[in-house]
């Protein structure tokens, strides 16, 4: 039996992102014994590392640079002439290499390849079209694991580009239902894989969950607007108000902290509401927590999310994107309207005057992450095999 070679092509060079966490978490699985991976990241990214190069080369798998960048852009909405002004070149850059640049750059990193015989590409995110234009070059399938929707996170390819054909040529794998029902048509075959998280070794302890004073609320993610911490901080300012106790602790990076920072000042929140950064490992921090809020836009899978559950922390998730296939409100959950924040409010002061109910469905949040844990390697590989035509075992 011949052994199968399958290239994936990574939209960024860092191991920070739930894609590349996630991708780890599948190959960590997988059979090596019938398959070499190799991954492939962009030399271009704005900030590369070698995390990502230690973090795989532990287990096995080989990590090749190729000069790429992420053809998509961000149409951002810039008041300041500067923002404009730097918003502009960044698209017109991105624009000039997607029209001059990828497909040279795609034949060069064919041919450094060449030794490795791969079979198929699979590009990590629909957010990166080089994996398509690599496996053009190379004349070998291309499949895509779709785990955005790209206009939730205002990303489009430039108008000159040919995505529905790039598209079309493509069969794909989708991270979740929610993601698969944006792309309808979109592709010639899809189908729906959940990712696969590695939680760590966690005591079931939703009995100490609101038993100490201040409550103490977790958001993690990107500072961006889809994420929503804003109506986060609104929301506990809200609870704040009604004479609850609570702090907010929020983990992550991005272009809207000096915003974020500004809303608390102007609410007086610096005793109630901290920025934590970028970390790791959230194992500690999602210990102390009893409610962890998920308040974004388009939610592709929710990964913090099922790692909260995990962790028996409390879930209060927007109603949109895949949080409302994750999350039976009043079951394993809570569910509260985009961008409300009175109604978040609403759902955190219930869950802090009902304990014993809010603890029962910890209980159950945590039994339904335990379902995001099981290898989905051999059903990637059978879908791999079913585009190389069915003759890989």
């Not at 000069?67 to 909405?77: A, D, H, K, L, V």
Request: proline fraction near 3%.
């Amino acid at each position: 039996m011949k052994k199968l070679s399958i290239g994936i092509v990574c939209h960024e060079a860092t191991m920070h992102g739930g894609a590349n966490q996630s991708l780890f978490d599948w190959l960590d699985k997988a059979d090596q014994s019938h398959t070499d991976y190799y991954i492939i990241v962009p030399s271009w990214d704005k900030q590369p590392d070698d995390s990502i190069r230690e973090e795989f080369s532990q287990i096995g798998i080989n990590v090749r640079r190729a000069p790429y960048m992420r053809e998509t852009y961000s149409y951002r909405e810039e008041t300041a002439l500067p923002g404009k002004l730097k918003s502009l070149l960044s698209c017109a850059i991105r624009c000039a290499y997607l029209l001059i640049a990828e497909k040279p750059l795609a034949c060069l990193a064919a041919k450094q390849l060449e030794n490795v015989h791969l079979d198929a590409i699979i590009s990590n995110s629909y957010a990166t079209c080089f994996g398509y234009s690599l496996a053009q070059a190379m004349g070998i399938p291309h499949i895509w694991y779709v785990r955005e929707y790209l206009p939730s996170m205002k990303l489009q390819y430039p108008s000159f580009y040919d995505l529905a054909a790039a598209s079309e040529n493509s069969a794909a794998i989708s991270i979740s239902e929610y993601i698969a029902k944006q792309y309808v048509n979109t592709f010639k075959e899809t189908l729906v894989i959940h990712d696969r998280i590695a939680l760590p070794p966690s005591p079931e302890c939703a009995d100490l969950r609101f038993t100490a004073d201040p409550v103490r609320i977790l958001s993690v993610g990107a500072l961006t607007k889809r994420k929503r911490h804003n109506v986060i901080i609104d929301a506990v300012a809200i609870a704040i108000s009604h004479g609850f106790n609570v702090l907010l602790e929020i983990y992550g990076e991005g272009e809207e902290e000096a915003s974020l920072k500004k809303q608390i000042e102007q609410l007086g929140l610096q005793k109630n509401v901290y920025l934590k950064g970028f970390v790791e490992n959230l194992h500690s921090a999602r210990k102390m927590a009893d409610i962890a809020v998920t308040a974004s836009e388009a939610e592709g899978l929710g990964r913090v999310s099922i790692e909260a559950m995990w962790a028996s922390n409390l879930v209060i998730a927007s109603k949109d994107g895949f949080n409302t296939y994750l999350i039976e409100d009043g079951k394993n959950g809570l569910l509260f309207p985009l961008d409300d924040s009175r109604g978040l409010a609403d759902k955190i002061e219930w869950s802090i005057c009902n304990k014993a109910a809010a603890r029962k469905l910890i209980k159950n949040g945590r039994a339904t992450a335990s379902t995001y844990t099981e290898d989905i390697s051999n059903a990637i590989g059978a879908y791999i095999s079913k585009q190389l035509g069915g003759n890989v075992d």
